[in-house]
């Protein structure tokens, strides 16, 4: 039987993946697995607490199943917080054995669940932010609309008397830990895929974020407890996650740190990058460089990174009049990112014709990017006195009043 305790009289019922390498189709890199989480609450009424993937469809039920002992008409409520298929996948399977359960979402979360699996005539029940729900023993669920946190159809449901907040996809990491609490994990993998996770699933919503947190403090919950839908559960002073979320939300999350992110054909654009480095290094001792080869790298990773810089450089050879495909795409990523409050320059080799700085420069200026004028571009191979705009192409990237 996989069944944890969290508190009181509230279970994890989820799904350990430390398999999982991917999400999202291929979007999202996972390095430390993942967890699907699933919650039971046993009151005066039992609550299910979202589901999983459907992958794990027939382990979760015959799991449930056991926890249950064996009658899941036991179960009186559903809430489903997020109808994306991580925690709606396993309900189908599960409502062919208690058809007529209400299921507890919004009214976003009925078309989703309805247009991914079909009008199977479920007992909807429809929530906006403030409904309640008596769960018996003097409890209640008080639920709480988080429109576009990260779909239109999420919310949170939070748990009086016991004072926990199920906070769906916000607060979460892609972190298989069986320690399953943010006291016993490890605090370097928890946040770096703690800021993995905000930086590539959450920031591109980071107005609406703001906007909701402030609403969060406005209803004056007394948290005691997170429990997300995926990663850790934090038990130890649970506000932190929200400060740090807090904070990468503001315009004020940069560090010391210029990212540079380049392909390379024969060499010559990689020969510029390093020329780049070196120099960042000369005018700037004090500032972290980060060297990537797009084409070899990580892209959930490098927007990570991204997201703490105070600049980026990307370069690319000119191929066709335009950039590597491989830059081209990755471009594309990074405006779906929606970094603010961020410099950004160009820099390349071509052969017979150039172009691709300029493409590079207007695709920044499109991803929100400030994008200074100089480039550093090299006919064929690059020369010295190619590589001497390096210098001046540092010093205005670096112009940015940054201060430590």
Known sequence: MMKKHVAANVSWIGYLDYELKQFHGSEYSLHHGSSQNAYLIEEGKTVLMDTVWMPHEFDFLANLKEVMHGDLHKIDYIVANHGEVDHSGSLPLLMQEIPDTPIYCTAAAVQSLEGQY???GWNFHVVKTGDELDIGNGKKLVFIEMRMLHWPDSMATFLT???????????GQHYCCPEMFNDRADQNVMWDEALKYYVNIVNPFAPVLKAKLAELKKMNLPVSMICPSHGVIWRDNPMQIVEAYEKWCSADNREDQVVIAYD?????????AHAIAEEIGRQSPSTRILVYNIADSDKNDVVAEIFKARAVAVGSPTEINDVLSSVSGWLTYVKSMKFKNKRGGAFGCYGWGGGASKVIQNRLTEAGFTV???TVDANWNPKEED???????????????YKA
């Open 264 to 272: 390379t054909m024969w060499n010559g654009t990689e020969k510029i």
């Open 118 to 120: 079909g009008k199977l």
């Open 161 to 171: 008397g016991d004072n926990i907040l199920f906070s769906m996809d916000a607060f």
């Open 372 to 374: 200074i004028p100089e």
């Open 387 to 401: 590589l001497a705009k390096v210098p001046a192409f540092v010093q205005d990237l670096l112009n940015d009043g």
